[in-house]
C-alpha cells in the first residue's frame, strides 16, 4: 500500500462522504413512514410517469417523479432501503460468522481441518456466485430470510480464504510461539492472541461485504426473486426501470444512483477502517 | 516434477467437480415444488404425473437419481431438459459459444485496458497522471459489472444511442454461420458488416464485465512494474540510454507481469461468473441467460448442466493459469 495516500490521523473526507451517505441512507430507511413523501405502493394512473421537480409537467410532492404506475420514486427508494439495509447487515454478519471461523481453524490448526475446509472452499469458488444465488432462493423460496441466507451460503468463503491467510501468517510469529511457551492452550491462543490480530481484515472485509449483499439483492429482484413483488426494492425498480428506460429514464437512474452510491461507501468504508485499526498502517 | 505438479492438479480438479455435482444435485432436489405437476396441464391424473416422473428418473431415491445422473454425464449425457424437451448437452453446447465470446472480448478489453493505465501510471509515477489513474481504477473496481451493465445502458443506448442494448444481433440479419461462434466466424468469413453488427451488440456487455478486471490488471501490474523499476537491470537499461517506456515495456514489463497473470486467471472466472446477470441484462442469448431461465422454470436436469459445465470452466482456466505460471517461472521450471 502507499503509505502517502491514507491521511495517518483524523478521519479522510473519502470516510465523512461515505459515512455520510451510509447515515443518512440508513436513517431515512428506518424512519421511512415519517419520512417518505407518499404511500411507496399508492398507484394512480392519473400521475404515470410524471419526470422529476426540474423539468416540466412535474408534481409538487413527486419529487423524483413516478414509475408507469404512478407510484412515487423517492418513496420507494427509501422504502426499499430498509431491505437493502437488513439484507446487507444480516447477511454479511451471518457469512462473516462461517467463514471467519473457518477460516481461523484452518489457518491455525492446518492438517486436516485445513484441507478440508480448504477443499470445500474450492467446490464453492467453482460456482458462478450469481447463478448460485439464484438457485439457492428459488430452491429455499423467495423472501427476505431466503434472500439472507443465500448471500451467507455463498459468501462465506470470501471471509474464509482472507482469515485463513492472515491466520497462517500470525501462527508464525513469536507472539504466539511465546503464549504456547508460557503454556495456554491451543484454542486460547487462537481466539485470545490470533484472533484479536485479525479482527481488522475481518472489520474491513465485513463493510466491503455488506455493499456485495446490497448488489446481490438488488440482482436478484432484478430477476424477480427477491422478497415479494409488492415491497418495493432497489433491484425491482432497476427492473421496471430498465423496462421503461425510453419513456422515463429516472426510474432507473435514480435507483442507480442510489446503488452505486451505497456500494461505493461500504468499500470506501471498509478501506478506511481497515487503515485505522491496523497498526501498522496507523 | 511439471508432471507430477499437473497430475496433483488433476485430481483435486475431478474432486471439485465431484463435489460441484454433489452439491448442485442435492440443492436442486431440496427444492420444493415439482418440477413435473408445472409441465403438465391442471387436468392432468395421478397416473400421468407418475409415468411422466418414472420417465425423468424422478421416482428412484436421491442416491440411485445421483449415480444414474453420473453414469449419464460420464458417457457425455447430461439429461434432456424439461422445459425445452431437448438434450441438455445439446443446448448447452449452443449457447456456451456465445458467452465463450464475450468473456474474451471482455478479456481482451481488460487486458488492453489495464495494461496500458498500468504502464502510463508507472511511467508517470509520484503525478497527477498517476493519482488520476489510481482514482479512476477504485471507482472501476468497486463498482460492479451489473451496476457498469446499466450505466452503459443509459449513456450509450439511451443518451447517446450509439449502440445496441439488447441480444446477440440484429434479427433481420441473414446469418450464413454453421458454428455458435458469430463473431469468429463472420472474421474467417470477412463478413465484416456482420461482425460490425455483432460487436455493436455485444460491446457495452463486454465493457461492463472487464472494466472492474481491469482495474485489477491496472493496480497490481503498475504496483509490480514500480518494484521492478529500482532493480539493478532497470537501472542498467536506463544507463543504456533506453527510454522510460522502452525500459518498462522492453525490460520491467515481462518480469512485473507474473503475478498479475496468476490473479488475472482467477479474475477471469468472476468474469465468467458475471455473465450471468450481465447476459440478462442485455437479453444476450447466452449460457447465463438460459441458466436463469432455467432455475425460473425448475428446469433441474438443464441446471445441472450448466452449472457444471460452467464448474469444468472454472477448473480449466485455474488450472491452465497454474500450468502457464509453472512454465514461465524460471525457480519452477528447473526446481
Request: charged fraction near 15%; aromatic fraction near 8%; proline fraction near 5%.
Amino acid at each position: 500500500m502507499d503509505e502517502g495516500r491514507t491521511p495517518r490521523r483524523g478521519i479522510s473526507p473519502r470516510l465523512w462522504l461515505a459515512g455520510g451517505w451510509l447515515m443518512l441512507a440508513l436513517l431515512a430507511a428506518i424512519f421511512a413512514p415519517l419520512v417518505a413523501p407518499q404511500d411507496p405502493l399508492a398507484q394512480d394512473l392519473m400521475l404515470e410517469r410524471l419526470p422529476p421537480f426540474w423539468m416540466n409537467g412535474a408534481e409538487p410532492g413527486y419529487w423524483l417523479g413516478t414509475d408507469s404506475l404512478g407510484r412515487d420514486l423517492l418513496s420507494r427508494l427509501i422504502f426499499g432501503g430498509r431491505i437493502a439495509f437488513i439484507v446487507a447487515f444480516a447477511a454479511a454478519i451471518a457469512a462473516c460468522m462461517v467463514g471467519s471461523t473457518l477460516g481461523l481453524v484452518a489457518g491455525y490448526f492446518g492438517g486436516w481441518a485445513d484441507r478440508i475446509i480448504s477443499r470445500i472452499v474450492d467446490v464453492w469458488m467453482a460456482f458462478p456466485p450469481v447463478l448460485f444465488a439464484i438457485l439457492l432462493v428459488a430452491v429455499l423460496g423467495t423472501g427476505l430470510s431466503s434472500v439472507i441466507l443465500a448471500i451467507a451460503i455463498i459468501d462465506w468463503t470470501r471471509f474464509c480464504r482472507v482469515i485463513r491467510a492472515e491466520t497462517m501468517g500470525q501462527s508464525r510469529m513469536d507472539y504466539v510461539e511465546n503464549a504456547r511457551i508460557a503454556g495456554y492452550g491451543r484454542i486460547g491462543i487462537m481466539l485470545r492472541e490470533v484472533l484479536p490480530n485479525v479482527v481488522p481484515s475481518i472489520v474491513a472485509l465485513l463493510s466491503l461485504e455488506m455493499g456485495i449483499a446490497v448488489i446481490v439483492e438488488a440482482i436478484l429482484s432484478f430477476v424477480n426473486l427477491s422478497i415479494s413483488t409488492d415491497d418495493p426494492t432497489w433491484g425491482g425498480i432497476i427492473a421496471e426501470g430498465r423496462l421503461s428506460i425510453h419513456q422515463a429514464w429516472w426510474v432507473l437512474v435514480f435507483p442507480l444512483i442510489t446503488l452505486i452510491l451505497t456500494v461505493l461507501s461500504f468499500s470506501q468504508f471498509g478501506e478506511a477502517l481497515k487503515t485505522r485499526f491496523d497498526p501498522v498502517l496507523r | 516434477m511439471l508432471l507430477q505438479r499437473f497430475l496433483i492438479r488433476l485430481l483435486t480438479m475431478l474432486i471439485t467437480l465431484f463435489g460441484v455435482a454433489v452439491v448442485v444435485f442435492v440443492v436442486i432436489r431440496v427444492a420444493p415444488g415439482d418440477p413435473i405437476a408445472m409441465m403438465l396441464p391442471p387436468g392432468a391424473t395421478d397416473a400421468d404425473i407418475a409415468r411422466l416422473r418414472a420417465l425423468y428418473g424422478l421416482d428412484k431415491t436421491i442416491v440411485q437419481q445421483f449415480f444414474i445422473w453420473l453414469s449419464g454425464v460420464a458417457r457425455g449425457d447430461f439429461g434432456t431438459s424439461i422445459s425445452l424437451r431437448q438434450d441438455v448437452l445439446g443446448l448447452v453446447f449452443n449457447r456456451l459459444p456465445a458467452t465463450l465470446e464475450l468473456a474474451i472480448v471482455a478479456l481482451i478489453m481488460a487486458v488492453a485496458l489495464g495494461g496500458t493505465t498500468a504502464v502510463i501510471g508507472a511511467r508517470e509515477r509520484g503525478t497527477a497522471v498517476e493519482a488520476g489513474i489510481d482514482i479512476a481504477s477504485g471507482a472501476a473496481l468497486s463498482i460492479p459489472d451489473f451496476l457498469w451493465g446499466l450505466v452503459l445502458i443509459l449513456l450509450f443506448g439511451v443518451l447517446v444511442p450509439i449502440f445496441d442494448i439488447s441480444g446477440r444481433v440484429s434479427p433481420q440479419l441473414d446469418l450464413p454461420f454453421v458454428t455458435q461462434f458469430y463473431l469468429f466466424e463472420s472474421l474467417l468469413r470477412l463478413r465484416l458488416d456482420l461482425t460490425w453488427d455483432l460487436l455493436k451488440h455485444m460491446l457495452m456487455p463486454a465493457v461492463a464485465l472487464a472494466l472492474p478486471l481491469a482495474a485489477i490488471i491496472s493496480q497490481l501490474l503498475k504496483q509490480s512494474l514500480k518494484e521492478v523499476l529500482d532493480l539493478d537491470y532497470v537501472v542498467l537499461a536506463r544507463v543504456k540510454g533506453f527510454s522510460e517506456t522502452q525500459v518498462i515495456l522492453r525490460e520491467a514489463l515481462k518480469n512485473a507481469a507474473l503475478p498479475t497473470l496468476t490473479l488475472v486467471g482467477v479474475q477471469f472466472t468472476f468474469l465468467i461468473g458475471g455473465t450471468v446477470i450481465v447476459e440478462r441484462l442485455f437479453s444476450y442469448e447466452g449460457l447465463g441467460n438460459m441458466a436463469i431461465d432455467a432455475v425460473i422454470n425448475r428446469d433441474l436436469p438443464l441446471i445441472q448442466g450448466i452449472v457444471l459445465v460452467f464448474a469444468l470452466l472454472f477448473v480449466l482456466i485455474n488450472l491452465a493459469v497454474d500450468m502457464m505460471y509453472a512454465l514461465l517461472n524460471p525457480r519452477l521450471r528447473h526446481g
